[in-house]
């Protein structure tokens, strides 16, 4: 099998040994957990400015929502990886829903209290459940057809995880911002006892969106349990590969940290997951500053969605280009359009900044998939291993905002996009050198002769 890719066998065997499987029912089941976890998600980027409202909080504070969701990935991935190697695949797609609906049950409890702690502690247990689906569903994607498609199948895939951060936003708006909350100064005039009451008024619109999400977890759960879908077998060594073709050089190392394409590819995903979530994060905020737009939170929060949309467009556009364009300089080409995007919006200010930034999401729709088929590539034995690597790397999901916040707080919040700027720019660059870096060339006429 070309570049060492693991296999999938069908439950069942065919009559004919050559007739290639058809993956279509297990894809679109897959396809219900890249819209979960991108639906809730992107709910975080709703919970921001509530809570930070609802709690008096700055931005550095704010950022602990996305702290503890994405801390989860980095406590979590190397166990589910070994928990998904020993369980298999749908065992722990099984865990990981039941471990995210039990989160998401917890916000109840911690809506009840009005306990900021708890929040975050319920945020951390659900991220913990979509760490396990993402360590599990990912590899599953790239596996389910031929490996030269897996970049465009796993693109394809995610654009319906980026549907899910789509409608997240709207959905957030009616439910969570639409409930009126008073402006800080006012709070701060508050009793001990009313500003406790309030607090508690005010975190109880999340109640019923994420006991709602729980079910729905919980549901996909038992179908999935009641579903046949392929089993993944891992080769210990390659199978030949095309003369012309690069030749991995996988079965020379005896653990998935060794390879340097994966590493980098490692540090792209924590840049990438970083830089996004910390754009999705504060732009609610940025929209509502007098000098950008000036927008009313809950109006704000609708235009997120176009941010989210994009990258929803993007997806079905990249998984057509990418049957065509090498992933790599595709990769580069986004990430270098956004870093201009973004520097535009911090040199001009206004309505553009606002709707250069929204136009990010557009670009930003290939990135992670790309990047996590590259980094992965030619793993073979080490595949979970390696996807345990990566997405314990999304954890930049939780650093990168923080750091953002750090210097909103300080120089402001335009001028803070510098720092997911810097990591787009490494993005480029792994996508025209740092994913090659693993590979030996391809052997002349002379060697393989």
């Known amino acids: 099998m070309a570049h060492g890719f693991p296999t999938a066998t069908p439950g069942s065997s065919s009559a004919s040994g050559t007739r290639q499987p058809d993956y279509t029912a297990p894809l679109v089941v897959l396809t219900s957990l890249f819209f979960m976890w991108g639906f809730i998600t992107a709910l975080n980027d709703i919970l921001?400015?509530?809570?930070?409202a609802v709690f008096t909080l700055s931005y550095v504070q704010a950022m602990l929502i996305q702290f503890c969701f994405f801390t989860a990935y980095l406590v979590i991935s190397v166990p589910a990886g070994h928990l998904v190697r020993r369980l298999g695949y749908k065992r722990g797609i099984i865990v990981g829903l039941v471990v995210a609906g039990v989160g998401c049950l917890l916000f109840h409890p911690a809506a009840g209290?009005?306990?900021?702690?708890?929040?975050?502690?319920?945020?951390?247990?659900?991220?913990?459940?979509?760490?396990?689906?993402?360590?599990?569903?990912?590899?599953?994607?790239?596996?389910?057809?031929p490996p030269e498609t897996a970049s465009a199948r796993l693109n394809l895939t995610q654009a319906f995880?980026?549907?899910?951060?789509?409608?997240?936003?709207?959905?957030?708006?009616?439910?969570?911002?639409?409930?009126?909350?008073?402006?800080?100064?006012?709070?701060?005039?508050?009793?001990?006892?009313?500003?406790?009451?309030?607090a508690a008024e005010q975190a109880s619109s999340v109640q019923l969106p994420y006991v709602g999400l729980a079910a729905v977890l919980l549901l996909i759960a038992v179908v999935i349990a009641l579903s046949k879908l392929p089993v993944i077998r891992e080769p210990e060594q390659p199978a030949e590969l095309p003369q012309d073709a690069p030749r991995a050089v996988y079965h020379?190392?005896?653990?998935?940290?060794?390879?340097?394409?994966?590493?980098l590819g490692a540090l792209g995903i924590f840049l990438y997951v970083g830089a996004e979530v910390s754009i999705g994060s504060f732009l609610v905020n940025f929209m509502a500053e007098p000098s950008v737009a000036g927008l009313p939170e809950e109006r704000a929060a609708r235009y997120l969605s176009l941010y989210w949309g994009g990258a929803m467009v993007g997806r079905f556009i990249g998984a057509a280009l990418l049957k065509k364009v090498r992933p790599g300089r595709l990769l580069a080409f986004n990430a270098l359009v956004v870093a201009a995007l973004l520097l535009l919006a911090m040199l001009v200010a206004g309505p553009l900044a606002m709707w250069a930034l929204l136009a990010i999401g557009l670009f930003n729709s290939i990135m992670f998939p790309t990047i996590f088929?590259?980094?992965?590539?030619?793993?073979?034995?080490h595949t979970g291993e390696g996807s345990g690597v990566v997405c314990m790397a999304i954890v930049g999901g939780a650093i990168v905002p923080v750091v953002m916040?750090?210097?909103?707080?300080?120089?402001?919040?335009?001028?803070?996009?510098?720092?997911?700027?810097l990591c787009y720019l490494y993005i480029a660059y792994y996508g025209l050198k740092g994913h090659y870096a693993d590979f030996e060339p391809a052997p002349t006429a002379q060697q393989r002769a």
Do not use: C
């Open 113 to 145: 209290q009005s306990s900021y702690a708890f929040f975050l502690g319920a945020l951390f247990i659900l991220a913990s459940g979509i760490t396990l689906l993402q360590v599990a569903a990912n590899p599953y994607v790239t596996v389910l057809g």
């Open 161 to 198: 995880n980026s549907l899910g951060t789509t409608l997240a936003p709207l959905l957030g708006s009616v439910l969570i911002l639409a409930v009126a909350v008073k402006p800080a100064e006012e709070v701060s005039r508050m009793g001990a006892a009313e500003r406790a009451a309030y």
């Open 405 to 421: 916040g750090f210097f909103a707080d300080r120089i402001g919040l335009l001028h803070a996009f510098f720092v997911p700027l």
């Open 373 to 381: 088929s590259l980094a992965i590539e030619g793993l073979g034995r």
């Open 48 to 52: 921001i400015p509530h809570l930070r």
């Open 252 to 263: 020379t190392h005896d653990s998935a940290w060794q390879y340097r394409h994966l590493v």
